[in-house]
């Protein structure tokens, strides 16, 4: 268990030293799209266009 540990936390420090930061591999990046259906709705327009 040790072992595991101690390599884990070589391994994080390696990735610091490298990108200059910690990366979290587990959490999902929202993509940076131009249209997104969510924020782009007909009912938040309080003018439709017809």
């Not at 610091?16 to 587990?26: D, E, L, P």
Request: overall charge positive.
């Amino acid at each position: 268990m040790e072992q595991v540990k101690a390599s884990q936390k070589q391994s994080r420090n390696e990735e610091i030293k490298s990108h200059g930061k910690v990366i979290n591999y587990r959490k999902i990046m929202e993509t940076k799209k131009l249209y997104n259906c969510k924020n782009n709705k007909a009912d938040a327009d309080e003018a439709l266009p017809y």
